[in-house]
């Protein structure tokens, strides 16, 4: 995104909608056409593509544009924007609905554990360097890739590896979903795994895990994230599958 300061009064109404804070006021010089004393610029390497400036609607001088983008740019777009749909997977977002409905569709099958990795947060972001990092060690155990998410559909070159293109790591997005499955007994290096790469990550990540509860109603992972010394929040957000049931499992 970029503000022409020749159009652009000052009057800072875009900045609030900033989730990366990256409208910046400058004083006009005398010498500078345009009107107002302050004129605002953005950071376009911090710049995630995501329109909310825009979608605001609040800048009535029509001073925010969005000049031409090409890949691997488009990529903050992707998925920084929550009104664009990836055409290589046609999922909307960051990552896909069945991570929050798994008791509708029955991905992520008795004995397997899935786990997401939310990279970046508004007010911070994500680096995708910081993704690949967290793909690698994820891979590194043997975790297996979801293809219809956008991380491995459109950003990674390897899914053995989880190494990510090089033509995108230096991109920067509002977030990220890494959607993976790991047998359970593999659960708790995964966990090991992402506490260590953690420690050398400069963007913030939330972890989710899904796991289907046995026939008793144990859910298996429990004792072990307890035995990582991990909380599992109770207040966290609890997503009830209230659509269309496309359970095809037997066995449940
Ligand atoms: S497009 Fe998003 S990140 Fe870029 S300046 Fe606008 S609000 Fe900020
Ligand atoms: S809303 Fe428009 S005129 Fe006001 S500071 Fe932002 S870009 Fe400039």
């Known amino acids: 995104?970029?503000?022409?300061?020749?159009?652009?009064?000052?009057?800072e109404l875009?900045?609030?909608?900033?989730?990366?804070?990256?409208i910046h006021t400058k004083p006009r010089s005398p010498d500078m056409p345009g009107k107002g004393k302050y004129y605002v610029v953005i950071?376009?390497?911090?710049?995630?593509?995501?329109?909310?400036?825009?979608?605001?609607?609040?800048?009535?001088?029509?001073?925010?544009?969005?000049?031409?983008?090409?890949?691997?740019r488009t990529i903050r777009a992707a998925f920084s924007d929550p009104s664009i749909t990836f055409a290589e997977t046609g999922v909307p977002g960051r990552g896909t609905e069945e991570m929050k409905t798994n008791e509708v569709t029955s991905r992520y099958k008795r004995g397997m554990v899935g786990i997401a990795t939310e990279m970046g947060r508004p007010g911070v972001g994500a680096r995708l360097r910081d993704l690949e990092k967290m793909a690698m060690a994820l891979a590194g155990i043997g975790a297996r890739f979801e293809p219809?998410?956008?991380?491995?559909a459109v950003l990674m070159e390897d899914t053995r590896t989880g190494k990510l293109k090089p033509d995108v790591l230096n991109e920067k997005v509002l977030s990220a979903i890494i959607e993976a499955e790991v047998p359970l007994e593999k659960f708790r290096k995964?966990?090991?795994?992402?506490?260590?790469?953690?420690?050398?990550?400069?963007?913030?990540?939330?972890?989710?895990?899904?796991?289907?509860p046995e026939a008793d109603g144990i859910i298996p992972v429990l004792p072990i994230i307890a035995r990582e010394g991990l909380e599992?929040?109770?207040?966290?957000?609890?997503?009830?599958?209230?659509g269309r049931h496309t359970n095809k499992q037997e066995e449940r």
């Open 43 to 72: 950071d376009e390497e911090g710049c995630v593509e995501c329109r909310c400036c825009v979608r605001a609607d609040v800048c009535k001088s029509g001073a925010l544009y969005q000049p031409e983008m090409q890949w691997p």
């Open 190 to 212: 995964a966990l090991e795994a992402i506490r260590e790469v953690g420690k050398n990550l400069e963007s913030v990540f939330s972890l989710d895990v899904i796991c289907p």
């Open 14 to 22: 875009c900045r609030i909608y900033c989730p990366v804070d990256v």
């Open 148 to 152: 219809k998410n956008p991380v491995t």
């Open 232 to 242: 599992v929040r109770i207040n966290g957000k609890t997503n009830l599958g209230l």
């Open 1 to 11: 995104m970029r503000s022409d300061p020749e159009k652009c009064i000052g009057c």
